[in-house]
């Protein structure tokens, strides 16, 4: 384990995280938490001067269409499969209240 990451450390992190973990699970987790604060320690290292900060490494496009209005379906449509209706609405179980 790394030395900044203690057996003791990631106890207290599975208790902040309400999950009880056996001594194999501290030595895993630690062994995994050391090798990410090495790599962000390896990143800390690297020069950023000149870059501008963003959100991601790529551009983002959105890929989605434009909305556009279409036709709407009836309400007898809407409700061709409805297991129970009454008029233009659904009818559901009661949710709330007396039962």
């Known amino acids: ?8 450390v990631v106890r207290h992190i599975g ?9 194999q699970q501290v030595e895993m987790l630690g062994r995994q938490l050391g ?5 962000v320690d390896k990143l800390q290292a690297l020069n950023t001067d000149g870059v501008a900060p963003m959100a991601h490494a ?3 496009h959105n890929v989605l269409a434009d909305d556009a209005p279409g036709q709407s379906l009836t309400a007898d449509e809407a409700l061709a499969n409805a297991p129970a209706r009454d008029n233009d609405f659904f ?9």
């Open 35 to 39: 090798d990410i604060l090495r790599y």
């Open 1 to 8: 384990m790394s030395n900044k990451i203690t057996p003791e």
């Open 58 to 60: 790529v551009e983002i």
């Open 15 to 23: 208790k902040l995280a309400r999950i009880e973990l056996d001594d």
């Open 91 to 99: 009818m559901v179980p009661k949710v709330l209240g007396d039962s």
